[in-house]
């Protein structure tokens, strides 16, 4: 991995680190839309300047799930009470 990283400029390498933000509803929205219009991953892909892989699992959510909402994830729960925590 560390040669594949020494042949990337420093902010191509920062973004290959670095975690994204999450898709807005709204962008979420209009790839289903995009493809119940009859568009392909590959293209909704291009028009939205959105990763194929992206695509697929928005897609793939929907058809599960029904919704392009954000799930809850999973993860321990918080030790102290959000109001400790406030104190």
Do not use: C, F, H
Not at 17 to 27: A, F, G, N, S, Y
Not at 46 to 58: D, E, H, Q, V, Y
């Amino acid at each position: 991995m560390a040669d594949a990283l020494n042949n990337k400029s420093p902010s191509a390498v920062l973004k290959s680190i670095m975690k994204t933000k999450e898709l807005t509803k709204q962008v979420r929205d209009k790839v289903v839309e995009k493809y119940e219009a009859g568009l392909g991953y590959k293209k909704i892909s291009r028009a939205l300047n959105i990763s194929l892989s992206t695509i697929k699992s928005i897609i793939r959510k929907w058809k599960e799930y029904g919704t392009t909402a954000n799930l809850p994830r999973g993860g321990r729960p918080p030790k102290l009470k959000s109001r400790t925590r406030r104190k």
